[in-house]
């Protein structure tokens, strides 16, 4: 049989065929150049993730307020 031509064998090891990752320049990541270094940047991404979760429970909050007043119309108008 003959060898497949689109499956050629390659002899290559496996440490050998990783690109060189470990080689490059670990000064950028995907999350930006050198924030875990950098503690301000923590601190902002930090008070950040709380304002979000202030944020969050006063957008609950009103809801809640708000069905409650809904349902105080309604009983209020409709007696049930």
């Not at 270094?37 to 601190?43: F, S, T």
């Not at 944020?55 to 119309?73: H, P, V």
Request: glycine share 4%; hydrophobic share 25%; no cysteine.
């Amino acid at each position: 049989m003959e060898k497949s031509k689109s499956f050629p064998n390659y002899s290559t090891p496996y440490v050998e065929a990783r690109f060189a990752f470990e080689d490059r320049d670990k000064s950028f990541s995907f999350n930006g150049p050198g924030e875990r270094e950098n503690p301000e940047a923590k601190r902002r991404k930090r008070v950040a993730s709380y304002n979000m979760y202030t944020m969050e429970g006063k957008l609950k909050s009103s809801l809640r307020n708000s069905f409650k007043w809904i349902k105080n119309k309604f009983t209020d108008t409709y007696g049930y």
